[in-house]
């Protein structure tokens, strides 16, 4: 097997519409123009079901095989959103908006998953439904939480969920897998440091906040050192510090610490949050100093599971012909993990060749890459739907 043909055929079709959400990106839930295009598109195609409105800005569109005997139900997930970035492609079909581009691919996402609906509704060689899942706020804002709490999985009977991203560097339709944990959870905290301010000459009658922080900052580095066992993969990063007032002659009364810290497992996770805090704590009151510490969970940890790994994998061999790459994990978050965590699937890497990296003004999708996504989500419906003779 290789790239479906029909598909194959489609692809400068699948591309213009890649290109056309490229021109207009849009942000997190406030995706009116992007969720119109992609309503609209799936009308054309004649799928079953469309509901509007999913988790605010979501789409849920429903394909139904040739048989819907074997009862199985496969979710396929695209995010839509953009970000807040100016786009320096050059590209003809550059972003219209200025200070929002896609520079995740998101728009290549979309139109990929576009492309496999487009053949599953014109083809049904499969034996059971398909769901698609158009996403709204990947980057940031919880999109697929939102998405999961108006339903998603049990309105619409989702058993297994697949869903792709496309990586700069990675052969351009190759793909790449990890079955267990292949991205961080990734959360963030805020820590405010509460001194006595006062004048610089006369540190003696003030706490000196700036200094207290700067001790809680240099002592956050013990967490992952010290407290997380070696095998474990975590990190601390101290990336904000910002004092009250930027005066030569005033100690600030208060200073705010901003951060994110990067996990795999759910327990090392909580050893650092609950050693951030008493090392915050008992690290400002040795300065005389306060602190409140406030934690945010972000997104979970991406978890493949074995079994949808190995039909993800099977699906992307039958398209390239060779079997995917072996991905090493990586710190990075993807809030298709919330997804994982309430049903088993997969979440593959489609190589998008030697581009600039993700969120970066030069990024850009490669079209190239459109077959094979494509075609990786229709073999896969077709070969863990079998149609039987
Ligand atoms: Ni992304």
Redesign the pocket.
Known sequence: MAVKNRIADMQPEIAAWRQDLHAHPELRFDLPRTTAKVAGLLRDFGVDEITEGVGRAGIVAVIRGRRTDSGRVLGFRA?MDALPILEATGADYASQVEGKMHA???DG?TAVLLGAAKYLAETRNFDGTVVLAFQPA??GGGGARAMIEDGLMDRWGIQEIYGL?NFPGIPVGQFAIKDGPMLAAADFFEITVRGKGGHGAQPHVSVDSTLAGAAIVMAMQQVVARNVDPLQPAVVSMTGFQTETMAHNVIPASVKLTGTVRTFHVPTKELVRDRMKAIAESTAAAYGAEVDFAYFDGVLPTINATDPTGYARAAAESVTGQAPLDLPPSMGG?DFSEMLAVRPGAFIILGNGPSAD?HHPEYNFNDEAIPAGSSWFATLAEQRMPLSN
């Open positions: 995010d995740c691919g998101h996402h990947e980057e991203h993807e993700l």
